[in-house]
């Protein structure tokens, strides 16, 4: 399944009413594909499925008091994941989750005690967002699906502002007041009595006793472990990129299934900029004999009003990255065409020091990326240059900054006595896990699911995150440059021009077609009085880009940054109906 959706009432009176709202839910998801519900007085549960696949909930057989699953992902080594879960929770109850392997979300509802559990994968891969009623709860894997239920309340406040803005959130909450997140790793259950929660995974801090190179052998054993089981029965298919990542990611799933991948790779066609890691991926792709696929993007496509709004939806909230996420979104409907199931890269700057070398000189003050974005000269971080300075200062944006890297070091779990470097480099690589992976790992996962792809992520495996959590700061980096480790164990895996060339971020378009889009669509909106964003909107300040077009190209793409999030705020708030209550 792709996605779920439900509403649950303790009271018992549903009646016509809840499965006409939840088929609107449904009506308003992103994700097609076949879908069915289940329906009593108390609960409605429904599920899209993947094209192809059943869809629906999955109900116990042989006794009066049902048990109904529901399940977005996949469940390692279960071809049929609702019956694995439904299994599980008859015999363990919520507990059953320490045992699955994979990402996924789900919600049961159990008719014997009149309850419904919501659970997630440990990494929180799955998305899962809920709003408590008066009267019991609604849940949904897409916002945009729970903004369709008429009791939850669409009022964005400063703090919400502030968590999109910063890209920055609370575990276990969401930007719209009210509503709330299943945090990773995490199952709670919901009753007359309330609510209750139970937590089955976190990382874990233990002192590291192995040698580097004894480190790297298990490191790529597991690797090769994570890769086999998330392709499962799935022919391997992998998003080629040509940098580090996606380059060794070839080499395992060829080592994997004894056999080349099939590769995707991305490209611009029209004006548009080369891609810097294309001639890098055709070497892979030489290499390994790789049954490969260039897709090539035009840059007009990028600024269709229809993939716009998709990929805005799709992602569930405004981001600064325009068509640095339209471009993925555009990739995986392609792929999708092709294959179920592809592999991506993604992931592995969250463990293997992907934030660069020097760990010693490393001074945490704030999040790394905000550190940067504050270095070139954006202290709230990308994106908030359009908006009126007295805003951000009324909703305290920087205050709400650091609360939320006080909170986030406050949970950092440590070892007592540890070298000061290694400790630096715990606080670093857990920021980066349980903060940056909403802006890559997550996104990609909702985008891929929206355009009809499964991406799985061998490299955001929590058993990958644990070993790599405790390994010493110094040995990420040892080499002198970034993910050493994985460098190392990647060398027979990748042709030596991959080792040894330099990081570029993901591919963006300098197309000049893509950019008068832009300037189009901002001079549209400040012509409109009836655009939300007009209420933060530094107006003087967005009209010299319509009259100046090249402040887009401030720091190669920082003004656009700007631009893009502006007008992803606009939309998503219109779209949304969302009102805001600063």
């Known amino acids: 399944m792709s996605a779920l959706f439900g509403w649950w009432t303790r009271r018992g009176d549903l009646g016509q009413t809840g499965p006409a709202t939840v088929a609107a839910m449904v009506a308003s998801s992103r994700r097609g594909g076949p879908h069915g519900s289940w329906t009593s007085g108390h609960a409605v549960l429904a599920a899209v499925g993947e094209p192809g696949q059943e869809s629906g909930p999955l109900v116990s057989q042989g006794t009066e008091s049902p048990v109904v699953v529901v399940v977005d992902g996949y ?57 408590r009623l008066e009267d019991g709860v609604v849940f949904a894997s897409e916002v945009g699906a729970l903004a369709a239920h008429p009791d939850v309340p669409l009022e964005l406040d400063g703090a919400g502002l502030s968590a999109l803005l910063t890209q920055l959130r609370r575990p276990g909450l969401g930007a719209l007041r009210g509503m709330r997140e299943i945090p990773p790793g995490t199952t709670v259950r919901f009753s007359a009595a309330g609510e209750r929660r139970r937590r089955y995974w976190s990382l874990e801090a233990f002192s590291h006793t192995a040698s580097r190179e004894e480190t790297i052998g298990r490191v790529r054993k597991l690797l090769d472990e994570v890769v086999h089981d998330d392709l499962g029965d799935a022919d391997p298919a992998v998003l080629l ?250 060398a027979p895996l990748v042709p030596t021009s991959v080792l040894s060339r330099r990081k570029v971020p993901y591919p963006i378009t300098y197309d000049r077609g893509y950019k008068q889009a832009l300037v189009e669509r901002l001079r549209t909106l400040l012509d409109d009085p009836s655009a939300p964003v007009h209420t933060v909107l530094d107006r003087e300040h967005a009209e010299r880009y319509v009259t100046t077009p090249r402040l887009l190209d401030r720091g190669g793409w920082l003004g656009r940054a700007d631009v893009e999030m502006v007008l992803q705020l606009d939309a998503w708030l219109r779209h949304l109906r969302v009102r805001l209550v600063l």
């Open 241 to 490: 990129s040509g940098g580090l990542d996606s380059s060794v990611l070839t080499g395992l799933a060829a080592e994997a299934v004894g056999r080349p991948p099939r590769t995707f790779t991305v490209s611009f066609g029209g004006t548009a900029s080369a891609v810097p890691d294309l001639p890098y991926a055709e070497e892979v792709v030489r290499f390994w004999n790789c049954d490969h696929e260039r897709v090539t993007i035009e840059p007009d496509q990028l600024s269709q009003p229809g993939t716009l709004t998709d990929s805005l939806l799709a992602k569930d909230w405004p981001t600064p990255f325009g068509d640095k996420n339209i471009t993925p979104y555009l990739l995986s409907r392609h792929v999708g065409r092709r294959t179920p199931v592809a592999l991506s890269g993604e992931g592995a700057d969250a463990m293997f020091g992907g934030l660069g070398p020097d760990v010693e000189k490393r001074v945490l003050t704030t999040f790394p990326w905000i550190a940067r974005a504050r270095a070139m000269g954006m202290p709230h971080g990308l994106g908030t240059g359009l908006l009126q300075a007295e805003v951000l200062q009324d909703i305290d944006i920087a205050g709400y900054i650091d609360s939320r890297f006080a909170e986030a070091l406050e949970e950092v779990p440590q070892v007592r006595g540890e070298d000061p470097v290694d400790r630096l480099g715990r606080q670093t690589d857990y920021l980066t896990a349980t903060r940056l992976l909403e802006q890559t790992v997550l996104h990609s996962e909702r985008m891929s699911a929206a355009a009809g792809l499964q991406l799985r992520f061998p490299f955001a495996d929590h058993r990958l995150f644990t070993l790599l959590y405790n390994v010493p700061a110094r040995w990420k980096s040892f080499d002198g440059r970034e993910k050493s480790l994985l460098r190392a164990l990647g």
């Open 75 to 131: 469940v390692h080594g279960s071809r049929n994941p609702a019956q694995t879960l439904l299994d599980g929770y008859l015999a363990e109850n919520e507990v059953a989750a320490e045992r699955w392997q994979g990402a996924f979300a789900f919600a049961v509802w159990d008719s014997r005690t009149g309850e419904i559990v919501l659970g997630r994968d440990r990494l929180g891969i799955k998305p899962l967002s809920y709003v």
